[in-house]
């Protein structure tokens, strides 16, 4: 992500942003980083901000991009347990399709819903769409994400929430009330224990 945010930046000439501050465009749809970053909310530049960043990621997110190591024996511990799992990301269908498979992930997977299947989170839509597709009511559910995105996506399809703070949002960034893990690890070890039976 902060290499294609580099480019679209370098590419139309404008000034490059500190790491922080593109650290906190993660997981915020396009136009909204564009605007974090330079205060611009310009349809021309926004549509060349997103046009530059999607060439740049095309070239480096699959090869790019890993799982947390606990991500594939979760899913498959899920698998095992009858749970149905789901992605749901602001990506587009080729680059996360592309990464579930190049990580061996994409048979643990029922459902994915990306960025061209519905408007990205926040809005609710993706999520009632993944619930929709697994067959399950969206209050029997739980959405795991690491972003503020991802928990106002979560509040407004009012579908449960658990905040993993792998990501770079910090504890502090979620609603207090917002249950919270450390790492998928940690959720990990709860099923394993027995929890969520």
């Not at 190591?69 to 498959?76: H, I, K, N, R, V």
């Not at 994915?112 to 969206?138: F, I, R, T, Y």
């Not at 928990?151 to 919270?180: I, N, Q, Y």
Request: net charge negative; charged share 20%.
């Amino acid at each position: 992500i902060l290499a294609c945010t580099r480019y679209a930046l370098e590419s139309l000439g404008l000034p490059p942003a500190p790491e922080p501050l593109m650290k906190r465009t993660i997981g915020l749809t396009l136009d909204r980083a564009f605007t974090l970053l330079t205060g611009r909310t310009d349809p021309e530049g926004t549509a060349a901000f997103a046009r530059l960043f999607h060439e740049k990621s095309a070239e480096v997110m699959v090869a790019s991009a890993r799982l947390y190591p606990a991500a594939l024996p979760l899913l498959t511990l899920c698998r095992e347990r009858g749970l149905a799992a789901g992605v749901v990301t602001n990506k587009s269908r080729p680059r996360i399709a592309g990464i579930l498979e190049k990580e061996g992930a994409q048979a643990l997977v029922g459902t994915v819903v990306s960025a061209d299947d519905a408007p990205p989170k926040p809005a609710p839509d993706g999520l009632w769409l993944a619930a929709e597709q697994l067959g399950l009511p969206v209050e029997s559910c739980l959405f795991l994400g690491d972003s503020p995105t991802d928990e106002a996506a979560a509040h407004a399809a009012a579908m449960p929430f658990l905040a993993v703070l792998t990501g770079v949002s910090a504890r502090e960034d979620f609603s207090p009330e917002t249950a919270a893990v450390p790492s998928l690890a940690v959720l990990l070890d709860w099923l394993k224990g027995g929890g969520g039976r």
